[in-house]
């Protein structure tokens, strides 16, 4: 699979992942462990679902030719996205936590957008 295709798939998978969760959430959050689950489980879905769009722009943009910044802005997304909201759904549904895995999500997530601000920047393809 090219990265154009994989991060088109990855970016809608997490959109419509993103919303399940989300009607779920709305739903189950209110029996669940942690006293906040409610808006953990908020913040989860907003960030998956504005990165499941930054991996959409990054298989769009690939369509044109991929770079490393723009294969790693995708990686680092999807990274971000599998430990920030991952984390918080844990420790929403169980009140356990996961260490470092959170802050590692977003600094992820962070890195991500500044290396796609590097493709951008450095691309020849008039991107």
């Known amino acids: 699979m090219n990265t154009s295709r994989f991060f088109l798939a990855a970016g809608a998978l ?7 969760l989300g ?3 709305a739903h189950a959050a209110k029996g669940a462990a942690h006293p906040e689950a409610v808006r953990l489980i908020q913040t989860a879905v907003l960030y998956q679902l504005v990165h499941g769009l930054g991996m959409l722009a990054v298989g769009i943009l690939a369509r044109t030719g991929s770079t490393r910044w723009l294969v790693a802005s995708g990686a680092l997304m999807l990274l971000g996205v599998f430990w920030f909201c991952g984390s918080l759904w844990w ?8 260490g470092p895995l959170a802050p590692l999500g977003g600094l992820s997530m962070i890195a991500g957008w500044i290396a796609l601000a590097v493709h951008a920047i450095l691309s020849r393809q008039g991107v």
């Open 14 to 20: 997490a959109m419509a992942l993103g919303v399940a």
């Open 23 to 25: 009607a779920y959430g």
């Open 91 to 98: 420790l929403a549904l169980t009140t356990h936590s996961l």
